[in-house]
């Protein structure tokens, strides 16, 4: 797994993004961005070149499933791997978001090896 | 209200301490709740529309959560602030979303707003319908925390 890559983490709860960054830095990961909503995340991904995103689902102004589509309709970012994670866990929710090209899906509450092995499949 | 709406909110409650914060927790006896004045000192409040519309809370004493979110981030908290309020919310949408898991393998789809926390010795917990409100509390090795599931009726 290539941990020199570009993250981009996007979550309305500073607490995950908290969260997640020790569990990527533990995993050797350096290259951390963050975004608090979707809208954000858009301006951080025009501004950088991000090589995968982490998003929660459920968030003001814009949500991750809006996000991805964002990210899947745009051609730079098109086949950028994707990773859900989010407390929104309903068949529908993960249905919608296949359908829109995640490239995974991590269920909250998550432990650090969930996402380890997510990341390990989407990144080799 | 109907008990099989209680159930999964202690079993989501349970289980995201546990992975989250790496905590055992132990649940008490559920009651019926008179008054509006919470039980703890910061409250994550949620509200759940679906085949019925009610809100969640989860409000901890000051002990409990400054152990709870010290766990969850691996760094020692000692105040209640907005770091703590932020976690409260991060929790309560974690065990709104776990319990909608479980209820929606038993026919029962419910959405979630985003969630709201209110900080500060005896505050009032506001639910948006005049249904019972069922109070769960919940014991740790530092301090209690209880649930409170309301819906219309």
Not at chain 1, 27 to 40: I, P, S
Request: glycine share 6%; proline share 3%.
């Amino acid at each position: 797994m290539n941990t020199s890559i570009k993250v981009l983490i996007v979550d309305d709860f500073a607490t995950m993004r908290r969260i997640l960054k020790n569990i990527l830095k533990q995993l050797g990961f350096k290259n951390l961005l963050e975004a608090d909503d979707g809208t954000t995340a858009i301006d951080t991904l025009e501004k950088n070149d991000i090589d995968l995103v982490i998003s929660d689902w459920n968030m003001p102004r814009m949500t991750g499933l809006e996000l991805l589509k964002w990210v899947r309709g745009n051609k730079k970012y098109a086949k950028t791997p994707f990773l859900m994670v989010t407390a929104e866990a309903q068949k529908q929710n993960v249905i919608e978001a296949v359908q829109a090209g995640v490239s995974n899906y991590v269920v909250k509450p998550f432990t650090a090896e969930a996402i380890s092995e997510k990341l390990k499949k989407i990144l080799k | 209200m109907d008990v099989k709406l209680i159930n999964p909110f202690i079993n989501a409650t349970l289980h995201v301490l546990e992975t989250m914060a790496f905590m055992t927790v132990k649940p008490g006896k559920p009651y019926l709740k008179r008054d509006n004045v919470a039980k703890g000192d910061v409250t994550g409040v949620i509200g759940l529309t679906g085949v019925a519309n009610g809100t969640i809370s989860v409000t901890f004493q000051e002990r409990c959560i400054l152990s709870i979110v010290s766990n969850m981030l691996g760094e020692k908290m000692v105040h209640l602030n907005e770091d703590i309020a932020d976690a409260v919310g991060e929790l309560t949408n974690m065990v709104s979303g776990q319990a909608r898991r479980e209820l929606e393998e038993i026919g029962r789809v419910f959405k979630a707003a985003i969630p709201s926390v209110i900080m500060g010795k005896s505050h009032s917990i506001t639910h948006y319908t005049n249904g019972p409100r069922i109070a769960i509390p919940f014991y740790t090795d530092n301090g209690d925390f209880t649930i409170e599931v309301c819906f219309e009726r």
